[in-house]
């Protein structure tokens, strides 16, 4: 039974496991990127289906089958590390074992060797006649640090499955929610409020290439029952854009996308009007009168999302997005007499300026409150444990190739035809570095490095 | 000014270096390698200039300088990989004085820039989209360009390794070589034949072609060894370039690719692994040379095994370079087009 179990412990521990488990994870990764997203319309049989999505093949990277192997594949890799540390603790220095006569020999004096391993300040141990002589030994732990940091990587992102979520909020333009959707279709109360006081999309001038999606948020905290009485709300703006995520209370929110929901009883079209330099902000609903000046009135019959002019003053729709939104005007005396009839496009502001015929210049701002910002609402306490895996794996893992740790046993002994000679076996490193100290040891016995 | 003249200059003269680089091989006269290494010097000044040109349109368009690196679409980033590919090798020709692998540097880059009008790679200014404004950008990019770079030449090191050590057609290592430079040149030869006729290229005239070259190369290629004698003395030496280059690509890859991905990734997608094809891809090279590492610690793997790792890593960094962007479509598909 034992020896079984050890058996079975050192094919979890050893590498050929390592590289079936690699092998399989590889092909998996392979097989979802490559297969399209399934659903269940895509089978024709319901058997076939549903032992699809039993196994959780429709998304391989979350199946039980893939967190497996990744489980799987963190147990060889620590037991490997596990491996790593004994054998460079125990078993790299130890002399016991080594068998010099299998290893290179040279004719030198041996007070030679010793002030050369002084001056090249080498860490000598001596035990009789063998040399134990060691540098750079950091070195020896770097690649072990670097399996630490997978480990730590896959730790955080279990905290973060277990601990975290993520969930969509729509918002629309001028209202607020704290209720998070997760993709399982649970809701997660946020307990905070979020308003969008404004939502735009941002065009690069001329082109219906987007420059910017920017969120205006109002963020409340909601009161508890005892708060309510000391009536002490938080509350905060913050304009958020993308790569720029808002983290409050160790939720995060981030710009993920956007959408329009018609509704023309709440919409309202923003605009300006100047007169005599005297600037006024408006709120007009469609079709909704309103007052420019003594005895003109206005009203906005028509709207379109990205009016472009041709240069023969012909208009055209050049996309469903709000690229350039416009707004027809139609302008009108107290007597009904129609005076202005006019599209006021929000990009060139020359379009509504009537100030030589009637004295006033108005600007369109945008249509509100028919866009919905699409937030996604985040929650992973594990981030921060993944960040320090990366830290360790990226400094480790220069380190590795910049240290050349090297260990140089010499077994000192005398030879009747030479006179003082010695065994020596080197373990080096296969790093990068100009100073190399084993090179420095075999220009000692004069003899071109074996590259290993 | 338009960039794409002094391109396709820059990638015409990779390509007549080539034939140079080649020259000075099968001649062994170090007058014709100079006169490549000016050639490919001259190659990178002109894609320098379609670089710094491109840097000039998109800062009129966007009005930063951050955002006017050009590495944001698919025009851009084959142009950059080919240019960073020349430079990179220069510095390695300048500081080992060895000027083999100058021919498939050169035929890659050269490879690369036909590619961008073969397959139309919109060439069209157009300023960043919201999610790539971001000094990640080009942090996370150059670092994994760098990186596929030093991925090739450790490639193009290990095809030298097998022409080198392979003993004869019987030996698998023979193929092994005779096979990858069939599909360059097969490569090669086909993006020519469609910039010279602007026609479609058919499948079965690529695979003639190929069968064409791969015979011709299986029969007379015994020769070839003899070219590039110099190295054969010092095979060990070779190994180590391929070593090297693989180490150095892998650690920039870890760093910039991988990590500095993710943190972007978690910063404007809110996730910092999502496994988006390109994603996946990038974590499939990471294995492959991680497992070229270790092999190289294991004495159940022979050189030759390990140095064909070197290969496949080449062949799936460049499906996660441009087959992931080509053929698959994901969050990272803004450098399809």
Sequence with gaps: ?452 | MNDQIFLQLSGFIYLLAMVFYMSSAIFKSTKIGYFATTLSVIGVVLGLCAFVIRIVLLYKVSGSMLDSIPIANLYESLQFFALLLMVIYLVFEFATKIKVLGIFSTCVAGILIILISSINAPADVKPLIPVLQSNWLIAHVLLSFIAYVFFTLSAIAAIFYFILVSKGRQDPKYSLWVTTVSILVTLLLSLIIHLLFKQMIFISICIVLFIVIFTSLFYYGNNIPFYFSAFSKDINKLDRYIYNFTVLGFIIFTIGGLIFGAIWAENSWGRYWSWDPKETWAFITWLVYAFYLHARLYKRFDRSAVNAIAILGFIVTIFTFLGVNLLLSGLHSYGSN
């Design chain 1, 1 to 452: 039974m034992k020896i079984k179990l050890y058996k079975f412990f050192s094919f979890l521990s050893s590498s050929k496991f390592a590289m079936i488990i690699s092998a399989v994870i590889l092909i998996l990764a392979v097989a979802g990127s490559l297969i399209p997203k399934v659903d269940e319309s895509t089978f024709s049989s319901k058997q076939v289906s549903d032992i699809v999505f039993a196994l959780g093949l429709d998304n391989i990277y979350t199946s039980v089958i893939f967190i497996s192997l990744i489980v799987l594949f963190a147990l060889n890799l620590i037991l490997c590390t596990l491996k790593l540390i004994i054998f460079d603790i125990n078993k790299l220095s130890d002399i016991s074992n080594i068998n010099f006569k299998e290893h290179g020999r040279v004719a030198i004096k041996h007070a030679e060797v010793i002030s050369f391993l002084e001056v090249c300040k080498f860490d000598i141990k001596q035990e009789g006649d063998v040399i134990t002589a060691s540098k750079n030994s950091f070195g020896k732990y770097t690649v072990i640090i670097i399996h630490t940091g997978i480990l730590i990587i896959l730790l955080g992102a279990l905290i973060g499955y277990i601990f975290g979520f993520k969930g969509y909020i729509n918002i629309l333009e001028g209202s607020s929610d704290n209720v998070a959707v997760l993709s399982t279709g649970e809701f997660v109360p946020l307990g905070f409020d979020i308003k969008v006081n404004r939502f735009d999309v941002k065009y690069y001038d001329n082109t219906t290439r987007p420059s910017a999606f920017v969120s205006d948020l109002t963020i409340t905290k909601e009161s508890s029952v005892v708060d309510n009485k000391s009536n002490d709300n938080q509350s905060f703006n913050y304009i958020l854009n993308v790569n720029s995520p808002l983290e409050y209370e160790g939720i995060y929110i981030y710009q993920h996308s956007y959408g329009f929901y018609l509704n023309k009883k709440d919409a309202k079209f923003l605009f300006d009007v100047e007169i005599d330099n005297i600037s006024k902000k408006y709120e007009v609903r469609y079709g909704e009168s309103f007052k420019i000046k003594d005895n003109l009135f206005g009203k906005i019959t028509d709207f379109a999302p990205a009016l472009a002019v041709s240069d023969d003053g012909k208009f055209s729709t050049m996309s469903d997005e709000m690229v350039n939104p416009a707004i027809l005007l139609e302008a009108y005396t107290m007597e009904g007499e129609p005076v202005v009839r006019s599209w006021l496009l929000s990009k060139q502001k020359a379009s509504g300026d009537f100030t030589e015929d009637y004295g006033f210049k108005m600007t369109f701002d945008k249509l509100y409150g028919v866009q919905y910002t699409g937030l996604s609402i985040k929650k992973d306490p594990g981030t921060a444990v993944v960040y320090l895996g990366f830290l360790i794996i990226s400094i480790a893992l220069i380190l590795t190739y910049l240290i050349n740790y090297t260990i140089i046993f010499i077994h000192l002994t005398k030879d009747e035809e030479t006179g003082e000679m010695i065994f020596y076996k080197v373990f080096k490193q296969r790093r990068f570095g100009r100073s190399v100290p084993a090179q420095m040891f075999y220009k000692l016995i004069d003899k071109d490095e074996k590259d290993i």
